[in-house]
Every structure is written in C-alpha cells, then in structure tokens.
C-alpha cells in the first residue's frame, strides 16, 4: 500500500536518516516543531517499522529508540546484531557483529532485541 507523504513523515524521516544512533520518541519530539504532536510521531515511527524503513529497538531502560535501517532499504534484512546504550549519554547505537542462532526445526526467526550497556567512547 503506498502510503501518504505529509510533512511530518518527511521531517521523522530526515532526523532519523541524519543520526547515526538509534532516537527514541522523546529524542525525536526534541528535533521536531512544537506543532507535531505525540501521536502523530508515533504513528510515523510505526508505519516506519512496519514498512521496514526504521527497525525498533527497546532498551535495557524500557524505551524503544528507533533507527534507520541501510540494510533493510536494500533488503538484506539482517537485526541479528547487539546494541550499545550508553548508561551516561544514553546514545543507543547498533554493532556490527552480528549474532549466530540456532533455532530447532520448525522454529522461525523473526526478531532479536539484545541490549549490551555501559558507557560508550565519547563518554569515557
């Protein structure tokens, strides 16, 4: 389904293009105008993951951050990596490496969220 460019999406869009960390809402809220209201952000980040611009990450802290996705835009769909949340900036940033799993027969891997905190380069 084609979805309905309006300016706010444009705008979420180019925010989380432009980090090279995962934003959460909040995050996020601070870099719009003041006229965007909450629901508004959340249901962009929404079709965002649904559409698999963005994927969504909840860290240790219970927030969900959201970053842009290369991978996903060339589909080569791969989530099966650690993040790294900064205890002390609070930067949520995804690693390269990426996580070997091995599921049962019959078993279907959909999702990875694994979290690693601590304190970053910047901060230390």
């Known amino acids: 389904m084609k979805r309905r460019k309006t300016e706010s999406t444009n705008k979420i869009y180019s925010i989380l293009k432009k980090s090279k960390s995962a934003l959460s809402h909040d995050m996020i809220q601070e870099k719009m105008s003041s006229d965007v209201d909450r629901a508004t952000i959340y249901r962009v980040l929404n079709r965002f993951c649904e559409d698999k611009i963005v994927h969504k990450v909840t860290g240790d802290d219970g927030k969900q951050y959201f970053a842009f996705c290369i991978n996903c835009q060339e589909k080569k769909h791969k989530h099966n990596h650690f993040h790294f949340r ?34 970053c380069s910047s901060c230390t």
């Open 86 to 119: 900064c205890t002390s900036c609070g930067k949520v940033e995804c690693l390269e490496s990426e996580i070997k799993i091995t599921l049962p027969n019959d078993y279907v891997f959909q999702n990875l969220n694994a979290i690693i905190s601590g304190i």
